[in-house]
């Protein structure tokens, strides 16, 4: 089974997306609508692909030196944590 970590805000389309993956039995899909929530959920597991789209609400990760992370910017913390899930 694929697992898939999915980063949108938009809970219409997560929920879209989520169905359309599961559907076929290979992938199991965790959601998030945050860069935050997202970095909490890479704490505690690992996930074989990461989704997001380049303008994900960074809602105040702590990360200071960051002060207007979008999805590029996530890509260079993942990088700088060590995390190399394909994004």
Not at 22 to 45: H, I, N, P, T, Y
Request: proline share 2%; glycine share 4%; aromatic share 10%.
């Amino acid at each position: 089974m694929i697992s898939v970590l999915f980063i949108d805000d938009n809970t219409d389309l997560l929920a879209r997306i989520r169905s359309f993956l599961e559907k076929s039995g290979d992938f199991r899909v965790e959601s998030v609508s945050s860069l935050k929530q997202a970095c909490e959920k890479l704490k505690m597991r690992t996930y074989d692909v990461i989704i997001t789209y380049e303008d994900v609400p960074e809602d105040s990760i702590g990360i200071e030196f960051v002060v207007d992370m979008n999805g590029f910017d996530f890509l260079k913390y993942l990088k700088s944590q060590g995390i190399t899930t394909p994004v």
